[in-house]
């Protein structure tokens, strides 16, 4: 019944649209394999340590950070950094906007028997609040992008908040796909393997000196703090290019190579014109169509880097994914617990405008023909 081939002619060149991992380029493959040297050598000696003190300058240079910002690395990747946060930075209390499965799961790790109970700011799938400021927090957490819904929030500094609040922004699926200005942030956080298209397992958090003076604050009180959790640990290990324990090697390559790439073509703010461009098709794709609708109403509110897309009830979603993923078009299914008829599309910035056009023609084909 769903035995749909699509055309040779109307197929994307590369498939892979996953909203992480996401599609890995090939030169940053060539790029794995041309310093294939050092994998397999010790993290604490000179070639890896480099390795690590570039990316982290591309960072810096990438996200434009102000004087004394540090970017600060560990292994878990985002998930792991939400219970670094809870031990490490948060005094008190936490006050969260949260709009999907990401903005909660740091909600839940900040719920603990050692912080007050958090302030939530909560809304329906495919729509946001606004976090105004409470008298009593010292963190305020948002996602830049929330990657279970395809909606996004501006960073920037919640009005009114205590003057040592600090403004943490899950950045995992936003982070060099949209651009910000980095004064509006104490810690920005992201795993790289969404824009960055390179493997999970590692974190990043790019820290104001507000955020590094509140972990060693922390640090220095009686509050347990477990050695993979401890922010200042991280911070003390990345001011000499180094994690507490292993890093992934090559997860390091591949991000390296992305972010000279990004540099090349421009940086944060091509990334984030290209992004913009890529999702733009989806979304006008979406709206001329009576049997597709963006799932977030408000334009404002849609996210540039994952297009949520909604189809009628007399499609359904499950059997366009199959079929698309029967012709090598994957990762198109809607985040699991989200439980729309729905088609969620990555446009990271390593994805071809070509290929965002492709993968509508191969839509259409499809949809004609269901
Ligand atoms: C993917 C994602 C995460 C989880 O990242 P992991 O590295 O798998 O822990 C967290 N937050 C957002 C917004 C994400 O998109």
Same mark, same amino acid.
């Given at each position: 019944m769903t035995d749909i081939t699509i055309p040779a &002619?109307?197929?994307?060149?590369?498939?892979?649209?996953?909203?992480? *991992?996401?599609?890995?380029?090939?030169?940053?493959? @060539?790029?794995?394999?041309?310093?294939?040297?050092? %994998?397999g050598t010790s993290h604490r000696q000179a070639p890896v340590k480099d390795l690590? $003190?570039?990316?982290?300058?591309?960072?810096?240079?990438?996200?434009?950070? *102000?004087?004394?910002? @540090?970017?600060?690395?560990?292994?878990?990747?985002?998930?792991?950094f939400w219970d670094v946060a809870a031990a490490s930075l948060a005094r008190n209390k936490s006050a969260h906007l949260s709009f999907g499965e990401f903005g909660q799961k740091?909600?839940?790790?900040?719920?603990? *028997? /050692? %912080?007050?109970?958090?302030?939530?700011?909560?809304?329906?799938?495919?729509?946001?609040?606004?976090?105004?400021?409470?008298?009593?927090?010292?963190?305020y957490a948002w996602p830049h992008n929330e990657t279970s819904t395809g909606v996004s929030a501006p960073v920037t500094r919640v009005q009114g908040a205590a003057s040592d609040a600090l403004m943490m922004v899950d950045a995992t699926s936003a982070a060099g796909g949209i651009d910000f200005d980095a004064n509006e942030m104490?810690?920005?956080?992201?795993?790289?393997?969404?824009?960055?298209?390179?493997?999970?397992?590692? /974190?990043?958090?790019?820290?104001?000196?507000?955020?590094?003076?509140?972990?060693? &604050?922390?640090?220095?009180?009686?509050?347990?703090?477990?050695?993979? %959790?401890?922010?200042?640990? $991280?911070?003390?290990?990345?001011?000499?290019h180094q994690t507490l324990n292993t890093p992934a090697l090559s997860t390091l390559l591949l991000m390296e190579a992305q972010l000279e790439w990004m540099m090349e073509r421009g940086g944060l703010t091509a990334a984030s014109a290209h992004t913009a461009h890529s999702s733009g098709l989806l979304y006008a794709w979406a709206?001329?169509?009576?049997?597709?609708?963006?799932?977030?109403?408000? *334009? @404002?509110?849609?996210?540039?880097?994952?297009?949520?897309?909604?189809? !009628?009830?007399?499609? !359904?979603?499950?059997?366009?994914?199959?079929?698309l993923r029967a012709n090598g078009i994957v990762d198109t299914e809607p985040y699991r617990k989200l439980g729309r008829n729905q088609i969620r599309v990555a446009t990271f910035v390593g994805v071809d405008h070509a290929d965002v056009e492709k993968l509508i023609a191969s839509l259409d084909y499809v949809l004609e023909r269901l």
């Open positions: &002619e109307l197929l994307p060149s590369d498939g892979r649209f996953g909203s992480g *991992p996401s599609k890995v380029r090939h030169t940053q493959i @060539e790029h794995l394999v041309a310093n294939a040297a050092i %994998l690590v $003190a570039r990316v982290q300058g591309h960072l810096h240079e990438l996200f434009r950070l *102000p004087d004394g910002y @540090e970017v600060v690395l560990g292994n878990g990747g985002s998930t792991a740091c909600v839940a790790a900040h719920t603990t *028997p /050692w %912080l007050s109970e958090p302030h939530v700011v909560k809304s329906e799938p495919g729509t946001r609040g606004t976090l105004e400021a409470i008298g009593d927090a010292d963190v104490d810690v920005y956080y992201f795993a790289p393997q969404k824009n960055f298209a390179s493997d999970g397992g590692l /974190w990043f958090a790019l820290m104001s000196p507000r955020a590094i003076a509140r972990a060693e &604050e922390i640090a220095a009180t009686d509050r347990y703090i477990p050695e993979f %959790l401890s922010l200042k640990t $991280a911070i003390d290990n990345s001011r000499l709206e001329a169509r009576s049997d597709v609708t963006p799932f977030v109403a408000k *334009p @404002e509110h849609r996210s540039p880097v994952v297009a949520t897309l909604d189809l !009628d009830d007399t499609i !359904d979603a499950t059997a366009v994914t199959s079929i």
